[in-house]
């Protein structure tokens, strides 16, 4: 029995929360800890069989009875939790990013080497039951060598601009999902990226400085090409579409619906609008990749998304971020490291 | 907070039990009882929360604590318990089929006059998010008046001739669901039935008296023509499949698959297989219309599925075994009650 | 160069020679006739390189430079002008039906006895491509025996009650086709039928005797058991489907449509209605049998539809009419022949 | 009545001369000119009811019976036959592309000002059903303004090396239908392209100093980002399709195949392949562009794809190259003209 605690109980805070309490029997949340915890928390918390549900998290770090911690707090503090859970001696689960600053990942790569700390990055994608699917074709030699790879990634409504202005951009906040997903398909790393992005759905996310449609290539390190479409808006709804293209055929997805109801009438023949966002569509998804990483505590072995496996797409998001601004296609090892 | 009792440690009293374990936080399982109950069901019960595990479902019927039992015992079983249950002032919750005799179920009709008791017979189909957004088109009036409804429903794999023998036969066994179903689609009652059924799966089947594959049609009360495509054994997985055409339109479900990946090589696309069977297709739905017992319970409303509702697919195949007896249409009125 | 007469020369004797003109070039149209020809039909009829539009079609019959003879003339002339061809000589193709009275019909197949005249008749729908590739698959064993055969087949809009008054009736003027396909399916003749029948879409069709929606189920020769649902009013467009399952696996179609353009907007993932009507479906269909008699003819082979496949759908159709009227299942057989 | 001469004896000359013959009443091919005519295609020519069958295509030019001509013979000869052409008074059909000398496509230019004639080149993917679908979804404003447009096209084979080093390149020689779909799609031109190209399918075809395989990003000038991508090789048949994604919703198409059929069996749910090459997905589209050049003299009107249209693509494909050698982003407006 793996005993767990957990730092933010935000939205996903709970889903993992959630997810251990109904799905992983041998594990269990014991303490969550958000600096702005109230009544309503404290309430929801024991409704789930925490026992604990406390303010500072490092009540979590410092106590011995906990094994692991999912770091769900704000994205300004996941490095330095991470840092100082590793060196409590935790297995860290780290929601997606570590953090958008190269240095701050460095430290936890640093905390980590001689550690015998467990260390997962949240990229729940990889573990949605199509994108899986179609990485285990390729993986599995369906499609023979790679040598197309599409995404398609595009939200169901923009943030704000003023969410926009802070998140890092939609290279680091949204496309760094792609990013991860391309290094997966491909079963390698990119070697160089060429952007081509447009404000074309909210002006003042231009006003903002950043952009929310974009087509990025990349040439991936065993010679495929990659390409993700990007948007922040699509108004039918979330769409999340991959498809490898390669010597021996090709595997792609389509979106999910709640139903596959089709209706007939004198208008068309007319299905439903793909699963509406991020909740709806990787809910699964995000129980798995916590499994996994309870699994691999307990087995022993590495987590299938390591610390390297979460700086990567944050490299691949600063150069994209260049590619914009100089207009050229920029090599990920320009990107210091 | 419903206190309930599982009748029944088998597998459809697992996927209750779990279902109320993990996401009815209204409602917890007090007791299980099997009259086979052994040292590894009481450790699963155990696992799940569940303060007994007992022999004696009796233990069940007379705990003054416990609001609301589930029937999940074999079928034999089911209008006894049942009625026992009422008297005891429980709500009740019974696996499908009630009985195959319809004494039997004039039995528990008469137990539940009078009586506050809730009952809900367990046909977790019309739970399924296909059928009930089917159902909901037709309810919403997005088809019209229904004119033809067709409901394919194809095993994966024959049943054993010696189960087969006992079972009831296919009409009461398998196609009751549809049964069911059929009334779910069209808002109303068959009014006549014809069988054209054959034994074309397994010869066994037919020297053990049932029939293996069957296509039925109804006269529903109002004036749709209702069909029914049934086969034991469809190599490609379970076929649940339903349509409702009508005066403004059609509206139709595919069957579900594990994922929507489809692979393109020198064979042709490939898709996936239909889900393997009834626990993997209809697990959700069993959640369902569990969630929805308590509900009724909770709100003091009328369960979606009631005594009646079990008792009319019963006619109906016994209707439709007088059809295949005499080669003729059968008024579902013929059938005494 | 087989030289050719068509006798009728409305939409299906236009459709007929404007294949033979730009379609098959080992033969060409020298007379067409119609006893209403006019100055608008001999247009046409020059502009498709006709050198005769005459009224009578004995002018047709008795030049010896005419090989064969399409006739597209009104229903109740079929048998009469087949018998006559026959008589002089000409190969027949023969628009569906022959005859609705079946001592009509058994005069052609007496004609047609110790000539040396090739005899098809029109139904189409097994040269149309979804229906050929079904039965290609079910011929070359992809799935086992046939258990369970499907046919759905909906007209986009009624016909007026006028024409519904002599047209035989819906089994002998519209689900004549599907009894055809479901012999063509099976690759056997039809044993026994049962009828549940109804007027949904327009009582006026009703007061004239017929009815307008119906669903039929065949007990085929080899065992499968075959359904039909037919209505006479489909909103959505023309709804031509089949599908045939078997002992290891199932094949099925979906409807043609112009292109496969979808839609995703707000209101749903749209797609193409079905193409309109049969013109728009099965005008390949109309060539490709009439290139397959002109080749029979050629390279002296049996037709792909002789004259008993002709006779075979009316019994199907008169037992249909039997089994509404008297409510019970109707063996073929007892129509009388 | 118009009256065409053909010049280029070859597939797609046999192709246009075979869709005047059958389908376009109000035009008829008097005369075909062929280097190399040969008895059999006098032969064929004959059974196609073309007058005259000759070797040098200046005796089409000297006819003043013929209002127009197609160009068809080999992509060396399109630029100077259409100036012949255009002094003639000819109307002009020319197969794309024009040439690949930008300077040469001038010279068309010039002999068009001034001149009556009409000049139609030959992107025949524009009438294709399932393209102008897509381009009517988005010029009628269903998707709202476009953002992103994606083309794939990808050939079932690859051409030999030597074909390769002498077809101008992939981009010119392939991707040239592309680009002007990209333009067709978009409503508007290119303004800027990048190139990720590769050598993945065949190494011949590098060495002979080409590439196969490509992403294709190009900024147009309404600001929509279009990406193409293509490969030489798609094992499982011709794929081509389009999508166009913008601020109120996305049209996309699917691949034509022969039939619906789709077989479920114990290995899966099995569709088939695209239509597999030009001549099977696009003979209708042939016969379409040719009919509309036709209607365009007959109604004097501008032809659907002006000498601007031949020249674009041209450009774009210069771009490309350019793209490829610089590894940057090359703007359309780079290569001189």
Same mark, same amino acid.
Request: one cysteine or more; hydrophobic letters at 45%.
């Given at each position: ?22 799905r992983?029997?041998y ?8 600096? %702005? ?36 707090s ?24 570590i ?12 905390a ?18 199509? %994108?899986?699917? $179609? ?27 003023e969410y926009a *202005? ?6 680091l906040d ?10 997966f398909? *491909?079963?390698?790393?990119?070697? @160089? ?7 074309? $759905? ?12 974009a ?5 991936m *390190? ?9 948007s ?18 090709m $595997? ?9 109801a ?14 509406? %966002? ?10 798995? @990749? ?22 990567k797409?944050?490299?691949?998001g600063? *150069? ?5 601004e @100089?207009?050229?296609? $920029? ?7």
């Amino acid at each position: 029995m793996i005993t767990v605690g957990i730092i933010g109980a935000g939205r996903i805070g709970k889903v993992h929360a959630t997810s251990i309490g109904t799905r992983i029997h041998y594990a269990k949340v014991k303490t969550i800890a958000d600096p %702005f915890m109230n009544d309503e928390m404290i309430e929801w918390a024991k409704s789930m069989g925490i026992e604990h549900a406390v303010k500072d998290y490092r009540e979590i770090l410092t106590d011995p009875e906990i094994d692991a911690v999912l770091i769900c707090s704000s994205t300004d503090t996941h490095s330095n939790i991470s840092v100082e859970a590793i060196h409590a001696g935790k297995h860290v689960f780290c929601e997606k990013p570590i953090d958008y600053d190269v240095e701050k990942i460095k430290e936890v790569i640093q905390a980590l080497e001689g550690s015998n700390v467990k260390y997962q990055v949240g990229f729940n994608r990889r573990f949605d039951h199509n %994108f899986a699917a $179609v990485q285990a074709a390729v993986a599995a030699g369906k499609i023979g060598e790679p040598h197309i790879i599409r995404v398609t990634s595009r939200d169901p409504e923009p943030p704000s601009a003023e969410y926009a *202005a802070v998140s890092g951009g939609m290279f680091l906040d949204m496309t760094i999902h792609d990013f991860d997903m391309v290094r997966f398909l *491909a079963g390698c790393d990119a070697e @160089e990226i060429f952007v081509e992005a447009a404000v074309l $759905v909210d002006p003042a996310i231009g006003k903002a400085g950043d952009v929310d449609t974009a087509v990025i290539t990349l040439k991936m *390190a065993n010679g495929a090409i990659a390409v993700i479409d990007n948007s922040r808006q699509a108004v039918y709804g979330y769409d999340q579409r991959a498809e490898v293209f390669g010597a021996k055929g090709m $595997v792609a997805t389509a979106n999910d619906t709640n139903t596959t109801a089709v209706l007939s009438t004198v208008d068309g023949v007319i299905g439903e609008k793909p699963l509406y %966002f991020f909740l709806e569509r990787y809910m699964e998804s995000f129980a798995k @990749e916590v499994e996994c990483f309870i699994s691999a505590i307990v087995n022993d072995t590495d987590t299938p998304l390591g610390v390297m496996d979460g700086l990567k797409p944050v490299l691949m998001g600063l *150069a994209a971020k260049k590619s914009v601004e @100089e207009r050229r296609p $920029v090599k990920i090892a320009e990107i210091s490291f």
